[in-house]
């Protein structure tokens, strides 16, 4: 049975966790199809850079499986987004090395859903933007999130829709 501190390194490993929705980039107007009907205009953008990940083990509760585990995330985005998150992961682990998995929601400006497994060291990962969940100059922010991990560092690159302000 693995300790809590073995399911900290592979919740670490699984995480890959995401990012702060503060905003910089170049924007494109995205044009609608033909015959299609347009509510509004959306501004269509990308964002990169790095962050920090700091992720707390959360106490075991009496009679769980020690293969699930609960953390808390603290990151800190620098690059075209600057600022700071904080959010709540719950994983789990398979009985083969490297198979996980794990679910989280991260409150910045707007929230960000993560979906996460690992299939024997092979990761597979989702981060995207709640839909409503921007707010102030965010609102009808949409958008997806794809986490890079080289030489233990984290990066990232965002793309993402607003609607074109008047």
């Known amino acids: ?3 809590r501190s073995q399911l900290s390194v592979r919740s670490t490993i699984v995480v890959c966790l995401c990012l702060c929705l503060g905003l910089a980039g170049h924007a494109q107007s995205q044009p609608a199809a033909p015959g299609a009907s347009v509510r ?3 501004v269509t953008s990308h964002a990169s850079g790095t962050f920090e990940v700091k992720l707390t083990p959360q106490a ?4 769980a499986d020690a293969g699930l585990g609960r953390m808390t995330i603290d990151k800190q985005f620098h ?4 600022g700071t998150s904080k959010g709540r992961m ?3 682990m398979g009985s083969v090395k490297g198979s ?6 991260e409150r910045v400006t707007g929230i960000l859903e993560h979906s996460g497994t690992m299939n024997r060291g092979t ?3 989702s981060v995207t933007v709640v839909p409503d969940s921007g707010t102030g100059q965010l609102e009808g922010l949409a958008g997806t999130l794809t986490i890079k991990i080289d030489a233990g560092k984290h990066s ?11």
Do not use: H, R
């Open 40 to 42: 509004e205009n959306v």
């Open 60 to 63: 075991v509760e009496d009679g």
């Open 100 to 105: 996980a998995g794990y679910v989280a929601m």
């Open 79 to 82: 690059g075209d987004l600057e």
């Open 156 to 166: 990232y690159e965002f793309e993402y829709t607003l609607p074109e302000t008047p």
């Open 1 to 3: 049975m693995p300790t």
């Open 123 to 125: 990761a597979k990962l």
């Open 90 to 92: 719950i994983s789990a």
